[in-house]
């Protein structure tokens, strides 16, 4: 069990970029869930994943928005065109049923 | 729609006290809670968690007690120490996804 590991950890993107970001799940956790932080806040849902199919997005994931977990191993979300107001943390957990939600380190996206 | 509210939303303790945190959640039908410890800039690390079933857990100098029929969770840190220092955020699992719902977290500092 290593944990659930995000990259990058940091980007800092030009208005109008696309970016996409890469989560990597604990290897028997079946579901994996996107959350969105803004500063003094706590994390909010944005999608999640049982093994591949996306079962559930929030309102908060706009058309700009999309996630993808290929193969129910690793997951990507990516963000076109992006505004400065997509600029957050950028949560991954995946869930391990009694064990309850491992957190990633987070992608800290900076849009300037 | 399950909401969570977080009291206070920041402390400032000398150290060596013992303290408190607060949780309260609308929604009482819920499976499990979790305590989540956030230092600035990173990840969520899990603390507790204590499934509906069970009224408090313990690990070392934390113990967190949960009492659904109220709606409220609390978080208590025995003898705190600067290394304590972060911000504590509470969550449920709801919605069809059993996504987390967070509370706004305290932020917590421990002055030595």
């Known amino acids: 069990d290593t944990g659930v590991s995000q990259n990058p950890r940091h980007k800092i993107t030009k208005r109008g970029q696309n970016v996409t970001f890469r989560c990597d799940p604990i290897?028997?956790?079946?579901?994996l869930y996107w959350y969105r932080q803004t500063l003094g806040q706590g994390p909010e849902f944005l999608t999640y994943?049982?093994?591949?199919?996306?079962?559930?997005k929030s309102r908060l994931l706009s058309d700009r928005f999309s996630a993808e977990r290929p193969k129910g191993s690793f997951s990507t979300l990516e963000i076109q065109r992006t505004e400065q107001g997509d600029s957050a943390m950028y949560l991954c957990a995946s869930f391990g049923g009694r064990g309850g939600y491992t957190f990633g380190s987070g992608t800290r996206l900076t849009v300037v | 729609k399950q909401e969570v509210t977080q009291i206070p939303a920041a402390l400032s303790v000398p150290e060596g006290e013992n303290l408190v945190l607060n949780c309260s959640f609308t929604?009482?039908?819920?499976?499990?809670l979790q305590w989540f410890r956030q230092d600035p800039g990173k990840g969520l690390t899990s603390l507790l968690l204590?499934?509906?079933?069970?009224r408090e857990q313990t690990s070392g100098r934390l113990n967190a007690s949960l009492d659904k029929s109220s709606g409220r969770s609390t978080l208590y840190i025995a003898a705190s120490q600067p290394g304590d220092s972060a911000t504590y955020l509470c969550?449920?699992?709801?919605?069809?996804?059993?996504?987390?719902?967070f509370g706004s977290g305290t932020q917590l500092t421990v002055l030595p």
């Open positions: 994943f049982q093994n591949e199919a996306q079962l559930e």
């Open positions: 969550a449920v699992p709801s919605g069809s996804a059993r996504q987390l719902t």
């Open positions: 204590i499934q509906s079933s069970q």
């Open positions: 290897s028997e956790h079946n579901r």
């Open positions: 929604d009482s039908a819920i499976y499990n």
